[in-house]
């Protein structure tokens, strides 16, 4: 799939509301889709599949990832700050130099997951909380 923007993401997911009107990003599938440097700041993204996917410097603050699937993604120097990533699924994603300053990560599956002590530190709530 070639490379999304912004405009490209925000169409899908009304394409995706018509189909399933009560979550935005429910049901929205950009496996494997290359959103790298993509600005994606405050979009509804819950439940979507992210699997796979490069977001690697991509704007996602304040985005809401809830129940979504980042398995395998890579994240790499990603604005996550203020990131809602409740119960999201991050096994696998590489977080290298992710700014995660204040992201919800309270269950949150990270198995395998790159991210670093201070990364977590700098997070809203951990995981186990």
Not at 57 to 72: C, K, P, T, V, W
């Amino acid at each position: 799939m070639s490379k999304l923007i912004r405009q490209d993401v925000v169409q899908l997911i009304e394409e995706t509301r018509v189909i399933l009107t009560d979550f935005e990003g429910m049901g929205l599938n950009l496996k494997g889709c290359d959103l790298s440097d993509a600005d994606l700041h405050g979009l509804d993204l819950q439940g979507a599949c992210l699997e796979s996917a490069c977001l690697d410097r991509a704007n996602l603050q304040g985005a809401y990832l809830g129940e979504a699937n980042l398995i395998n993604a890579s994240l790499v120097n990603a604005n996550l700050q203020s990131v809602d990533f409740k119960k999201a699924q991050l096994d696998g994603a590489d977080l290298t130099g992710a700014n995660l300053k204040n992201a919800d990560i309270r269950g949150a599956s990270l198995k395998s997951t790159i991210i670093t002590q201070e990364q977590l530190r700098s997070a809203r709530r951990y995981f186990w909380q």
